[in-house]
C-alpha cells in the first residue's frame, strides 16, 4: 500500500499550557502546575510510548485527528475513557478508544505521587504521506484538469506507472477516466473504468482478509467492527451486518456499534 501512516508527536503538558494533555484538579497557581508537569512528565512520556505500539490509523482514512479524555487510577487502570473531539469517522474513533483499551493497564503512578487518579487527554493524528510522491503527483493533475487536460494525464499516467499493480490505486484510473471523457477517449475511459473497479474489488478484499487476519489473532468488539466496516465498503452488507452484530453482542450498551448497524441497513436497503 503506498499510504504511508505517521504519528503526530504528541506534546507533553498541562492543560493551560498545551492541548496534547491535562490532568484533573490542578491548582491555578504556576507552582502547583509546574510541580504536577515535573511529577508526572516521564509517567506520561511512559504511557504515550504504550499507545503508540497499541494504535494504527485505520487504512480508510488518508487523515484525521481525534482527542480522547481517559482517567487512570493509581494503578494505572483504566477508568474510563470517551472522543472529547471526534474526527468525524466511527472507525477512526473507534481506533482510537480500542488502543488505550489494549494499551491499559498503565505503570503505576510514580513513588509519592499526589493523585489517586488523573485525566489524561491524548490527541491521535494521522497523516496520508506519499511514498512515491503519488499525493504530490495528483495534485499537481488536479490542476491541471480543464486547463491542460493533456499534461493532466501525463502526470497521472505517471503516478500509475511508480505503483502499477499495487490494488490501492484504483483511484488513479478513476481519476484517468475522468480525463479521458474530458478529453473525449472514450474507449480509454471504459477501458480505465473497468480496471478501476477491478483492483477496488482486489483492494477491498485486501483489507477484509487483513480484518479477518487480526480476529484470528484475537476476538474483540474492535475487531468485528472493523470487518463489517471492510465488507460494508465492499459493499457486501450482509456480511457488515452480521460481523456488526458480533461486536454489539462482546460489549455492553455500545451505542455506536448500534447506530452504525443501522447505517448498514439503511444502505442495504437502498
Known amino acids: 500500500m503506498f499510504w504511508i501512516r505517521r ?17 484533573d484538579n490542578i491548582d491555578n497557581t504556576n507552582q502547583r502546575k509546574m510541580s504536577l508537569n515535573e511529577e ?16 494504527t490509523p485505520p487504512d480508510v482514512e488518508e487523515s484525521g ?14 477508568i474510563s475513557s470517551y472522543i ?22 498503565f505503570a503505576a503512578f510514580p513513588a509519592g505521587a499526589s493523585k489517586e ?20 503527483l495528483v495534485s499537481q493533475a488536479d490542476k491541471y484538469i480543464n486547463r491542460d487536460n493533456v499534461k493532466a494525464l501525463s502526470i497521472i499516467d505517471t503516478a500509475i506507472k511508480e505503483i502499477e499493480g499495487d490494488p490501492a490505486s484504483y483511484f488513479l484510473y478513476a481519476k484517468r477516466h475522468k480525463i479521458d471523457k474530458i478529453m473525449g477517449n472514450t474507449k ?8 478501476c473497479k477491478n483492483l477496488k474489488t482486489a483492494y477491498d478484499q485486501r483489507r477484509i482478509d487483513k480484518c479477518k487476519e487480526a480476529l ?16 460494508d465498503i465492499a459493499g457486501n452488507y450482509q456480511q457488515a451486518i452480521n460481523n456488526i452484530d458480533k461486536a454489539i ?6 451505542h455506536a456499534y448500534k447506530r452504525y448497524r443501522a447505517e448498514i441497513i439503511m444502505r442495504h436497503k437502498r
Open 84 to 105: 472529547k473531539e471526534s474526527s468525524g469517522s466511527l472507525l477512526y474513533d473507534e481506533s482510537a478508544l480500542n488502543s488505550i483499551k489494549k494499551a491499559s493497564p
Open 249 to 254: 453482542g462482546m460489549t455492553e450498551l455500545n
Open 117 to 136: 487518579e488523573i485525566a489524561v487527554m491524548y490527541s491521535f493524528d494521522s497523516a496520508a504521506v506519499s511514498s512515491n510522491h503519488i499525493k504530490d
Open 188 to 195: 480509454q475511459a471504459k477501458e480505465d473504468l473497468e480496471k
Open 40 to 55: 508526572f512528565g516521564d509517567y506520561m512520556i511512559s504511557v504515550q510510548e504504550k499507545i503508540k505500539k497499541t494504535w
Open 7 to 23: 504519528f503526530i508527536t504528541v506534546i507533553l503538558g498541562l492543560v493551560l499550557t498545551c492541548p496534547a494533555f491535562s490532568m
Open 65 to 78: 485527528h481525534t482527542t480522547v479524555i481517559f482517567k487512570l487510577d493509581k494503578e494505572g487502570k483504566l
Open 216 to 231: 484470528l489473532k484475537e476476538e474483540t468488539p474492535f475487531g468485528y467492527f472493523t470487518l463489517a466496516n471492510a465488507y
